[in-house]
């Protein structure tokens, strides 16, 4: 069986060493000409972990992966710690600990474990169709490929999505702008082994450690779509967005590198439950496109990577009935992590501000059990951390 796969990000990376690790004839086509993804870093979450470990990158994973002891939140003006806990009962509970990583060395690692003169590099496709005995992909150079499966690992603007749908789709705005970047660890805002986030006014400023003493930030602000920016004036934006907040927060605004600050509109989509069509179908972002809210959209798209593979290894005679099963696997549980983020998303965003205010007054008697019940709901229900 040979499987086709469009996009050489953490979705289509992870398909692509799942389907080979069970001697599927694989090959990836990206179209752009060089690793660099958008985004400074990601938590992946111990769901995400144990995908990880399970196409055998437990170890460079792990040497990746920042130190997460504490969790803790922070009145954003006052700079007075409104709870703080430990992980150790999350990881307990769900049996491995999550990792923040830098995005471009998670991305490494898996485009180095499938091998990197793997990766057909410049190739964007722009149409896919399916066939009765293979389906084709087109690229931009009029090149065509076909294979058994092409699977449409094409990002959040999949037009595998298009085609699988048969019609376009609009994604929502969410309604906040996120900010962020890698920094050194520096303890005025926060220790090196914490996640500290700022919380006031529906804005989020958040710090948590990556490998490398490092810190992944972010910033959420309320910005109109389509705001103009120039990335040389990430400081003096954020110095007005968080003016009167606390020193921790100025400080990591003093330290960060407005040059390499990412600014990003977040975005998510409907869920839908249609991932295939004959023998092409979508995964990762093409498949469920959510806000970062809870932190599992690359996760998901890992998860989708492994529920492939058992699909057609269950069925290796029929693409069909192998694509039937991946769709039916997944399509329910990615489905509920769109909305979990999306009503996280609304609560830390002051969509209703009475509701943001109920919030943090609750954070400031929180003894950790509740967000960490809150994360366990997340991490459990993928393939490798099934649900009780
Ligand atoms: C601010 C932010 C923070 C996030 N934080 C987290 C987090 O903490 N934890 C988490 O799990 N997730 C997080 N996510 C979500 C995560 O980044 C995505 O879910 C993940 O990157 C999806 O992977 P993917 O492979 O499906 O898509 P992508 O990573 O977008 O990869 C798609 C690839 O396809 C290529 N491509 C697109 N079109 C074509 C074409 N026509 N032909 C060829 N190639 C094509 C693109 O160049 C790209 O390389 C975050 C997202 C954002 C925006």
């Keep these: 069986m040979k499987v086709v796969i469009i996009g050489a990000g953490m979705g289509g990376m992870s398909a692509a060493i799942a389907l080979r690790r069970i001697g599927i004839d694989t090959e990836v086509y990206e179209r752009v000409t ?41 009145d954003g003006f006052t ?61 931009a150079d009029g090149t065509t490929v076909q294979a058994d499966v092409i699977i449409g690992a094409d990002g959040a603007s999949s037009i595998t999505r298009e085609y699988v749908l048969g019609h376009p789709v609009t994604r929502r705005y969410a309604g906040y702008v996120n900010y962020n970047g890698l920094v050194q660890v520096d303890e005025r805002i926060g220790p090196a082994t914490r996640w500290t986030t700022y919380v006031g006014a529906g804005k989020r400023v958040s710090v948590m450690p990556v490998a490398g003493n490092r810190f992944y930030f972010f910033f959420d602000v309320l910005e109109p779509q389509g705001t103009d920016y120039d990335r040389a004036s990430a400081r003096e934006v954020l110095r007005e967005h968080f003016a009167g907040w606390a020193p921790g927060v100025q400080a990591l605004i003093d330290g960060l590198d407005p040059l390499t600050t990412n600014r990003v509109e977040i975005l998510d989509l409907d869920p839908f439950h249609t991932w295939v069509k004959g023998r092409v179908a979508v995964l990762g972002d093409a498949a469920h496109n959510t806000t970062p809210d809870i932190g599992q959209g690359g996760c998901s798209a890992m998860e989708d990577a492994i529920a492939l593979q058992w699909a057609l290894r269950d069925h290796p005679d ?33 969509k209703d501000p009475q509701t943001t205010e109920q919030w943090y007054a609750d954070l400031r008697n929180e003894d950790g059990s509740n967000v960490i019940r809150g994360i366990v709901g997340n991490i459990l229900g993928g393939p490798l951390t099934p649900a009780p």
């Design 318 to 350: 029929d693409v069909h009935a192998a694509l039937a099963a991946y769709q039916g696997s997944r399509t329910e549980r990615a489905a509920d992590l769109v909305l979990r983020a999306r009503k996280r998303c609304d609560l830390m965003h002051a």
């Design 34 to 74: 060089e690793n660099k993804p958008v985004g400074a870093a990601i938590s992946v979450w111990s769901n995400g972990v144990k995908c990880l470990n399970y196409l055998g990158l437990e170890q460079q994973t792990a040497a990746l992966g920042g130190m997460v002891e504490e969790m803790s939140y922070v």
């Design 79 to 139: 700079g007075e710690t409104m709870c703080l806990f430990g992980m150790q009962p999350l990881i307990d509970e769900v049996g491995q600990r999550p990792y923040p990583i830098a995005r471009a060395e998670l991305q490494s690692m898996l485009m180095q474990a499938y091998g990197i003169e793997d990766i057909h590099f410049g190739m964007k496709m722009v149409e896919v169709r399916d066939g009765v005995d293979a389906a084709t992909a087109t690229f």
